[in-house]
């Protein structure tokens, strides 16, 4: 009876051992029980990067532990069984962000931009009048603030670390210009300088016409004078800093382009003619030359280098250039004045020149060169110049529609990770993802008191700054993103 007994035992133990070990081995491995299907599957994983780091993850209502990588500050979910779930990442304070997302055998579903919003954010008020306009200095130590007292134009420039102004200019009788000009204040590179455009009603031979001009001010001596009188020029438009010295600009004068030394009025260099209009980049001045709208380049001299980039135009763009904006060689962005955009690619598979938007009214590149950004008033889109080989996949020369109102739609901007834009709609400041998988989440950040607010985000200080009217004030900024570790520690 024993003997039976231990035969019984042994044999029990070695049928365990051959139905356990495989067991382990295909845990091991990466397998899982389906027990819907009832057989063993390759699981999946989950893998997120958040905006805070300290967040709750949720698979179909259900809390998971998730395992913390310090070389990028991810997460990953790992084990699951291949099928659909309901994605929920949540934190105290911010609202839930959550999608459906399909995990598959053997492979990684990838979230690298998922950004929660707090459900109210703390607002810096800044001490300051009235604030109409205002523009952030390159280095972000500035901002200049424009507003109107008594038929005046009145720039304070606010020191951000110190919240104090520390200076005050007043033009009398001049307004500031109208938006029908599309320019604004522009400081130098290393905001030694800003130019300021202005305009007012003058007489001439008994009518009233509108006469434009640019200030160009010191915000450390506290000096100011007028360019165009300094030049003797009245018929002045884009005026533009040269990118690496602080004595030059380039400026238009009817479709004459020229580069002057604002400490000398007679160092002043024809750079071409026939321009309809110019940008700036760190290696030369980029032109839009006519009659065929071609584009060329020259060094920063204005004088030497000059190479043809463009050698055929869209055969729609019957009309003049009115923005020029370059990214580098292989990459223009132009604007006609009918606000069709063009753009020319030289693209890792071709090249293109065609048209991707109409009734358009901005346009920014994303930081890395690979997305162009562009909205009217009531859409906003992203092109994508280079195929993107992170989930989510994109294709070069496609274009997406990321958002539609039927209202307005103002201050469209990039935010840090040029994988979210911020816009406002009326009162309501929002912020919307690119990644479309179930769906593309947008969230309100803040609502104002007035409809016309401008919105202006600073990559570097990680400060959305805007102006409204209220009792606390009328300047103000809050911080987003969450600030972060650095491998984790």
Known sequence: MEKVRRSIFFWTLTLLFFVIAPTLVLYARGYRIDFQKGVFVHSGTITLKTNPENVQISLNGRLEEATASRMNNSLNVAGLIPREYRLTVSAPGFNDWNKKTEVHSGLASEFWNILLTRKEYAKTTYVTDSVEKF???????????????????????????N????????????????KERKENIEWSPKEDYLLIPLQKKSPIENEEAIVFTYFVADPVKGTSFNLNEFLGKENIKNARWHPKDKNYLFFLEGTNLFQVNIADKNNLILVDQDVSSFDLAENGVYYSQLPNELVFRKDLDGQSGKIQITFISPKENQVLNEKLIVYDEARIAFLDKDKNLFLFNQGQYKEYLQKIGSAVEGIQFSDDGKKLLFWSTNEISVHFLRDWNVQPLRIENETKEITRYAEKINNVQWFKDYEHIIFSVGPFVKIIELDNRDYRICNDLLTTETDDSQIVYSHYLEKMFFSDQTEKGNFFSIDIPEKTTFLGL
């Not at 952030?136 to 424009?146: G, Q, Y």
């Not at 919240?163 to 109208?178: C, G, L």
């Open 135 to 161: 523009f952030v200095s390159p280095e972000d130590k500035f901002i200049a603030l424009e507003n109107t007292r008594d038929g005046s134009t009145v720039i304070n420039i606010l020191n951000i670390k």
């Open 163 to 178: 919240n104090e102004i520390t200076r005050v200019y007043t033009f009398p009788d001049w307004q500031f210009i109208s």
